[in-house]
């Protein structure tokens, strides 16, 4: 993140590049306040922030970097010719000034031994400098001739100060920020900067931002973590990851992130948006979309192609359509149930059964319980629900499901006379009101439920 400790702003090729606490940060939007994607990096040397302004030239092979690389900035400006002006600290050494014309490195032009502390900035040719910590004075020169000599500005301590990419200058004091436009004459410059409550000032972090979808929509869309503990949230069209330490995860996300999940460096899916996903006991880590789509990564960082999410995932075991057959059938209280296989369903909603596709009550199929693995026949009589299995049947109260039976009685002496072929098992039942039928092969059976008790 970016702290109050501002320390050197600059300008180069077309985007604005903040220095803080350790911390570099881009900005290429011409506002001026949202961290570009894959910033803030870390940053505690002038070679590491060297590198990554333009890694192409092998600067371990260039001496002048060598002798420069370990040293810290204090300032830098953009001179209007493009090249930077970085003024360096080290602990043994002091100061030195260089130049960075963008592929080479070179010494400064200026040398001003007694000013520890400073800030410059160039403008419209004129150089800008703020000596703070001490008299707290503005210097302005022209071709290296001051042109103000000493203003005082000792009410405000000036960190760090350039020109935007918009119409403005920015200028930073502790944990504040102004802008001044760029058309003020070098003595407006200095009235503004005096005048600090005056200009509006606004709070770095306030101004200054990472554009971070989890605090702007305070939502995560998915989580996972990888083999080695490492954490990713997904959130809108970003994700941000978290490297433990120790048992932990830290308070900050890893330097350089959030970062767009459509043009990621890592091996998940470049997708604009990612859903959900999860690692899988097996190691592998899968990935879901907003657009019904899947991809699964191996530990070795293999990505499948997309599959379609309904193809694999959510799928329930339905004996209907597997098999294609119903084995038995009742209604209770108007509610249709079905039994194929070891599986029933329920149907509440039958007006649409000779018209279209019904579907079945939310929770179901469900088991059918055991013993039971299969149900030849169903019928309701008199309050009671009897299902047939084989040459046994069970016996439940109507309003019951069928998930729990207490026990399986023979057909064989428990309905009446009946050809040995019934006895060993049905092929269906059917409750008409006055009359039961059994059905087996091409024969049946009926009995008169009129002239029963």
């Not at 501002?6 to 506002?31: H, K, P, R, W």
């Not at 092979?61 to 002006?85: M, P």
């Not at 013993?371 to 030849?376: E, G």
Request: glycine share 8%.
């Amino acid at each position: 993140r970016l702290d109050t400790d501002i320390c050197a702003a600059f300008i180069y090729d077309g985007a604005c590049y903040v220095v803080s606490n350790n911390v570099l940060a881009q900005y290429t939007d011409e506002s001026m306040t949202v961290i570009a994607p894959g910033f803030p990096v870390p940053e505690s040397r002038f070679g590491d922030v060297i590198n990554i302004l333009n890694d192409s030239p092998n600067w371990d092979e260039d001496a002048y970097y060598n002798t420069v690389k370990n040293y810290t900035i204090a300032a830098c400006y953009t001179r209007d010719s493009g090249v930077l002006y970085f003024r360096l600290k080290d602990e043994a050494n002091g100061y030195k000034e260089v130049l960075f014309t963008g592929t080479a490195l070179e010494d400064g032009g200026f040398a001003h031994e007694d000013w520890n502390a400073a800030v410059y900035f160039e403008h419209d040719g004129i150089t800008y400098l703020y000596k703070i910590k001490k008299n707290g004075k503005a210097y302005v020169y022209a071709d290296d001739a001051i042109i103000i000599d000493g203003e005082d500005i000792s009410e405000t301590l000036i960190a760090a100060a350039m020109p935007g990419t918009d119409t403005n200058v920015y200028i930073f004091s502790e944990s504040e920020y102004i802008a001044i436009p760029k058309d003020y004459a070098p003595e407006d410059f200095i009235a503004a900067v005096r005048d600090w409550a005056g200009q509006d000032p606004r709070n770095i972090r306030d101004g200054f931002m990472v554009p971070n979808t989890i605090r702007d929509n305070n939502a995560i869309d998915a989580a996972y973590t990888d083999a080695d503990g490492i954490l990713y949230l997904f959130s809108g069209d970003q994700y941000v990851r978290y490297t433990p330490i120790g048992n932990t995860y830290g308070e900050y996300v890893d330097p350089g992130y959030p970062k767009a999940i459509g043009s990621n460096e890592a091996v998940f899916p470049q997708w604009p948006q990612i859903n959900a996903a999860f690692l899988g006991e097996d190691g592998i880590r899968y990935f879901f979309n907003n657009s019904g789509q899947y991809v699964s990564l191996t530990p070795d960082d293999v990505l499948s192609t997309p599959d379609n999410v309904a193809d694999k995932w959510g799928l329930v075991r339905n004996n209907v359509t597997e098999n294609g057959w119903i084995d038995a059938a009742y209604t209770i209280n108007g509610q249709l149930f079905i039994i194929s296989g070891n599986q029933f369903m329920r149907y509440s909603g039958l007006e649409g059964i000779n018209s279209g596709i019904v579907l079945a009550d939310e929770g179901y199929p469900k088991a059918l319980g055991a013993p039971l693995t299969k149900v030849d026949a169903a019928f309701t009589l008199a309050g009671n629900l009897y299902l047939f299995s084989g040459n046994k049947y069970s016996k439940l109260v109507s309003d019951e499901e069928p998930v729990t039976l207490s026990g399986l009685k023979s057909i064989t002496k428990n309905w009446g006379n009946i050809p040995s072929d019934f006895k060993a098992g049905l092929d269906a039942a059917l409750n008409q009101g006055d009359k039961l039928s059994f059905f087996k092969g091409s024969q049946y059976v009926e009995y008169d439920l009129s002239a029963t008790d």
